[in-house]
């Protein structure tokens, strides 16, 4: 029997995790991350050229996008700890609410919900949404983000010629943020920030490049692995 979302609530108390998203400077760094515990999203699994499974991995998708859950599904199924963070349609075509999907049951079927949310706002990307929350409840003390450039442009920032795949350009093909998201983005990774340092964790930025980096601040990957 698959454990409960609610099982996970605090069992990794102390302990540092890396949280990924899919922007170019990751292919630089998640090589480096193989003894450390990771929670990777998403497109992760589309790098042709993966290192390693990621300890934890989370899918956040509308709950109407079917074929983008079963293949992410299948494609990650091999990692033990998977988590789903659908998001329903309502009337008028925007979006719903969130809500935590069991494994157990696979991510298509009835949902679940938790007796005790993690305590900050999902108005942020997949890292922040699906990764750094769960990561917090879980009880890692230091999180550190990996991947999130928030970027307003497609451009390359590295060339990762080994991480393409048949099906789909990882790291080759960007989202693009405008200003007005980009600030929203960055509330929400302060509302985290704050909320976590007033449980006696950090939320510390490695990503190298772009506007997290600007204006969250920075701390180099190797600094970290250092201590």
């Not at 990751?26 to 042709?48: H, I, Q, R, S, V």
């Not at 109407?64 to 789903?84: G, L, N, P, T, V």
């Not at 990764?131 to 999130?148: D, S």
């Amino acid at each position: 029997m698959a454990p409960t979302l609610e099982s996970y609530q605090g069992s990794y108390r102390g302990e540092r995790l890396f949280v990924c998203g899919n922007a170019p400077s990751l292919g630089l760094a998640y090589p480096l991350l193989k003894d450390e515990y990771t929670f990777a999203c998403n497109y992760l699994m589309y790098w042709k050229a993966l290192p390693f499974l990621p300890s934890f991995y989370g899918i956040t998708e509308p709950l109407d996008h079917k074929q983008r859950w079963e293949r992410r599904d299948d494609m990650s199924k091999d990692i033990e700890h998977r988590f789903y963070l659908a998001r329903s349609k309502i009337a008028d075509g925007r979006s719903g609410d969130w809500t935590w999907l069991p494994k157990s049951t696979g991510p298509l079927m009835h949902s679940i919900g938790m007796s005790q949310r993690p305590p900050f706002a999902t108005a942020g990307t997949t890292p922040l949404n699906i990764g750094v929350q769960f990561g917090h409840y879980m009880g890692f003390k230091n999180i550190y983000i990996l991947g999130v450039e928030l970027s307003d442009n497609k451009e390359h920032v590295y060339e990762m010629p080994d991480a393409t795949s048949d099906e789909y350009p990882y790291f080759q093909s960007l989202y693009a943020f405008n200003q007005s998201r980009k600030q929203q983005l960055l509330d929400s990774f302060n509302e985290a920030k704050r909320v976590i340092e007033n449980n006696d964790g950090t939320l510390v930025n490695c990503t190298p490049v772009g506007y997290l980096k600007e204006h969250f601040g920075f701390t180099p990957i190797e600094e970290v692995l250092c201590k």
